[in-house]
T-cell receptor
């Protein structure tokens, strides 16, 4: 158990809909990262928040948005869903912005999104 | 533009033998390299890492080798055990920038 929780575990929805994925980081971790893993693909970095502020953006579509709340939990909002958005979405957290010499990220179990 | 490549999607190894997983990267500015392990229905877990100032780091049965001139990273597991069956991702970073992950290699350890 990494200490990072994600809800829901599974989500099935239709094209055009909007969903919200939730992540609670490990206690004390200020950075939250979101990743997308499509079938047979690696982990694609979407976005990072640090202590409530957006810090880095990756390959995140304009239809997607995220935020980190004062209690440090984060939500990833996916709208106008398309079939290709079906994937595993992982949240990870780390203590610091860069983690010094390395940035060990602790991953949650993921949310499996299926768009029909 | 794949900055990190794991060219073997899968690898099958006999229990007790050595497993060698490989990873190539394109940017010589990367300065930290990590391996993550992922079981089905779980998130990736950190396994071992190495900084660019070293060429080898060992932790029990796991050793990571870094060949900077070849921009190549490898993970050796010896002896391999059935519980090592998982997907292994290499990841690289530069300074305070984000981690970049490879596509993963599915390792199967056969009894």
């Amino acid at each position: 158990d990494s200490g990072v929780t994600q809800t829901p575990k599974h989500l099935i929805t239709a094209t055009g809909q909007r969903v919200t994925l939730r992540c609670s980081p490990r206690s004390g971790d200020l950075s939250v990262y979101w990743y997308q893993q499509s079938l047979d693909q690696g982990l694609q970095f979407l976005i990072q928040y640090y202590n409530g502020e957006e810090r880095a953006k990756g390959n995140i579509l304009e239809r997607f948005s995220a935020q980190q709340f004062p209690d440090l939990h984060s939500e990833l909002n996916l709208s106008s869903l398309e079939l290709g958005d079906s994937a595993l979405y992982f949240c990870a957290s780390s203590v610091t912005l860069a983690g010094g010499s390395y940035n060990e990220q602790f991953f949650g179990p993921g949310t499996r999104l299926t768009v029909l | 533009d794949q900055q990190v490549k794991q060219n073997s999607p899968s690898l099958s190894v006999q229990e007790g033998r050595i497993s060698i997983l490989n990873c190539d990267y394109t940017n010589s500015m990367f300065d930290y390299f990590l391996w993550y392990k992922k079981y089905p229905a779980e998130g990736p877990t950190f396994l071992i890492s190495i900084s660019s100032i070293k060429d080898k780091n060992e932790d029990g049965r796991f050793t990571v080798f870094l060949n900077k001139s070849a921009k190549h990273l490898s993970l050796h597991i010896v002896p391999s055990q059935p519980g090592d069956s998982a997907v292994y991702f290499c990841a690289v970073k530069r300074g305070a920038q984000k981690l970049v992950f490879g596509q993963g290699t599915r390792l199967t350890i056969n009894p």
